[in-house]
């Protein structure tokens, strides 16, 4: 079945620059992990996501659309990315989440994906 | 009549597989191959689902009693003291997510046995030490409560015969357990170790615990319930209290101290330091504990303090401990037992 992992991390200003040796080593530690998970077979997809301060929050009241110019809550951790994985149980998923660098700077929220099709 | 006993046997042990695939059926859990697995590891990997870490610690103690050990909800809801509702909505939430997130029902492989094991027995300890030391709930419960966690931990223990913690938490329960009839006074008050009658000990239970930890300590596996079980053997098997191996049981306990290292097992060890080498040695050991601000709050320490000051011949140290211990608000039963001794006291002080 496939678990939803949603990478949490600190502040913007706790990332390392990009193009810094930090930031180098984070890109590489998350694209061994990464690596890894395919090369097992259940890593379905996943990507960072743009700071949480590009986010827009969209609510639906009265036929009327309303948006909010940031996140639906304000967190001290924010999503900062997510992955997607296939695997037996949740044994096995939580394994591979603490394969990623955001388990040990942050914390990563490992939530079991309803199966349920995609219209296509 | 003994005929009949073996029918009754044989059939308990007919119905018991029974009772336990309905209690996994409760859980919807999905059991693969569940008629080519034995009854026994069927029964072992309910009660690690129960336990999973994934799972919150009351949570987990909550379920195990419920799909392990048989209570029935509203049994289990005094035990916790809270609604029969609230527990209800516990229970129905906790089996949710296991078949939500697919949380496997199998004993956990070679790599993951140590820890997972670890927290099976701790949820079969605080089963224990609820029913053992509960501060309200009716005596029947506790009791009830305490022989759960005796039938989990020798199931635990017969299923996995090579891990030496599962024997030593075993020999730690029975060994603890048979004291039982000696704690409590018939009015309900607790009996200190040393003024209990050790006649009312049960001796049965007292050689099965010795006879599991000699067993256990021979593989060379040692661990804190071993340890544990081996200073309630030293107080078990002693004919009385100056006669018990305090030395050894101070030395127990500084080893007990490399696994816990908790304020609560060097305060034990004070206890034992005072009774081998005098109060005044376990004194120095305690006001070192009480350093720590948050055991200033614990009516364990005071309480503790109270009885070496008067082991000292300071009376009026002795009163105001216990006075301490009785401002932090202990349970009923520590408070009576407080109240008693501060009679006891005054008694001795004209």
Redesign the interface.
């Known amino acids: 079945?496939k678990y939803l992992f949603l990478l949490h991390r600190g502040a913007d200003e706790d990332l390392p620059a990009p193009g810094t040796p930090e930031a180098m080593a984070l890109f590489n530690a998350y694209r061994e992990a990464n690596e890894a998970m395919a090369a097992a077979g259940v890593l379905v997809d996943c990507a960072p996501l743009e700071s949480v301060s590009t986010a827009t929050t969209v609510r639906v009241r009265n036929d009327e659309t309303l948006l909010t110019d940031g996140p639906a809550a304000e967190l001290k951790e924010q999503v900062g990315g997510y992955t997607i994985v296939e695997c037996?149980?949740?044994?096995e998923a939580?394994k591979w989440a603490a394969t990623l660098p955001a388990a040990k700077d942050a914390s990563i929220e490992?939530r079991?994906v309803?199966n349920v099709g995609v219209p296509t | 009549m003994a005929r009949h006993k073996a029918v009754d046997r044989l059939r308990r042990e007919v119905q018991r597989p029974a009772k336990e695939s309905s209690a996994a059926r409760e859980l919807a859990v999905t059991m693969p191959n569940v008629y080519h697995v034995p009854m026994g590891d069927d029964e072992l990997a309910l009660i690690f689902t129960c336990c999973?870490p994934?799972l919150d610690r009351e949570t987990r103690v909550a379920l195990t009693l419920r799909a392990a050990g048989g209570l029935t909800t509203s049994e289990i809801a005094a035990s916790f003291l809270v609604g029969e509702a609230t527990m209800a909505k516990r229970l129905v939430r906790a089996k949710h997510k296991i078949r939500?997130?697919?949380?496997?029902f199998r004993v956990?492989g070679t790599e993951?046995l140590p820890s997972r094991l670890f927290d099976v027995l701790r949820v079969i300890y605080l089963i224990f030490t609820e029913g053992h030391t509960a501060t309200s709930g009716s005596e029947l419960i506790r009791g009830h409560l305490c022989a759960t966690a005796v039938r989990l931990a020798r199931r635990v223990a017969e299923l996995l015969p090579d891990e030496a913690e599962a024997s030593g938490l075993l020999a730690l329960l029975l060994l603890t357990d048979a004291r039982r009839p000696a704690r409590t006074s018939p009015e309900g008050d607790i009996v200190l170790l040393e003024d209990q009658d050790r006649s009312l000990w049960d001796q049965q239970m007292i050689q099965e615990g010795d006879r599991l930890l000699q067993t256990a300590l021979r593989r060379g596996k040692p661990g804190p319930y071993q340890l544990w079980a081996a200073i309630a053997a030293c107080h078990s098997t002693a004919r009385s209290a100056q006669d018990s191996d305090w030395r050894q049981i101070a030395a127990l306990y500084s080893e007990l101290l490399r696994y816990e290292p908790t304020p609560v097992v060097e305060a034990n060890r004070a206890v034992a330091v005072a009774m081998a080498e005098g109060p005044a040695a376990g004194l120095v050991i305690l006001d070192v504990v009480g350093l720590h601000p948050q055991l200033q709050r614990w009516p364990q320490l005071h309480m503790a303090r109270a009885d070496l000051l008067r082991r000292l011949g300071d009376t009026p140290g002795a009163t105001a401990a216990y006075q301490t211990a009785l401002e932090l608000e202990p349970p009923a039963a520590e408070q009576a037992f407080i109240h008693a001794r501060l009679r006891f006291l005054l008694s001795h002080e004209k």
């Open positions: 079945m037996a149980d949740l044994d939580i490992v079991p309803v | 999973h994934a939500a997130a697919n949380i496997a956990p993951a």
